[in-house]
């Protein structure tokens, strides 16, 4: 007997959701605007940025608040007669993904320690092909567990909070994970600065 076809509209949205997010590309270093821009134009051109993003925040990712308080507390680079650069929009894309995960002084030390050994085009073009994979591997762990529910005809609210749940702790311990290997490599620089001769 012929088992009955089930439905799943919530793995069928949240399908559309990932592939459009799969499908997202980031700019790369070379497509970020080389003219300098006000304020204002910089806020506008990363919130069009973060809305074709595809992923749900209940809050606003930038403001010029936010901004300045990043240049008062040298998170990014001085402004130049209060015009940002290239280099201001890599920076506050990386942050601003980074955020609601590691908090601003580890994402700026991780930043740092990497503008040791590469240029900020590289690590922000590298920042960039690591989302879009994360966003990938994340997707396809999403399109296995709507495979193994397919095939069993098992709850689709079993399985969403299930997995939900797998994601949040895998997210938890690469947290937990990005979080140490800064702290190393901090520690590591301090001794180096302490030990000069």
């Not at 088992?3 to 270093?29: C, Q, S, V």
């Not at 209060?82 to 590691?102: D, E, F, Q, W």
């Not at 397919?150 to 909070?161: H, K, T, V």
């Amino acid at each position: 007997m012929k088992r009955p076809t089930m439905h799943y509209p919530l793995l069928d949205e949240l399908k559309e959701w990932g592939e459009a997010k799969i499908n997202y590309r980031f700019p790369r270093w070379e497509q970020l605007p080389q003219i300098e821009l006000y304020m204002d134009q910089m806020v506008a051109l990363l919130e069009g940025q973060f809305r074709q993003f595809p992923g749900d925040t209940g809050s606003k990712l930038i403001t010029p608040s936010m901004i300045n308080n990043y240049v008062k507390q040298k998170v990014i680079p001085p402004t130049v007669k209060k015009r940002y650069s290239r280099t201001h929009i890599a920076y506050l894309i990386m942050i601003c993904n980074l955020k609601p995960v590691l908090p601003i002084a580890t994402i700026q030390a991780m930043i740092e320690g990497q503008l040791e050994v590469r240029t900020l085009g590289e690590i922000y073009n590298h920042f960039c092909d690591e989302q879009e994979d994360a966003s990938s591997y994340t997707m396809e762990l999403a399109r296995e567990e709507g495979r193994a529910l397919r095939d069993n005809a098992g709850s689709q609210q079993e399985m969403l909070s299930s997995f939900s749940l797998k994601m949040a702790t895998l997210a938890n311990a690469g947290k937990i994970l990005a979080e140490k290997i800064t702290g190393l490599e901090m520690n590591e620089q301090a001794e180096k600065e302490v030990n000069k001769p």
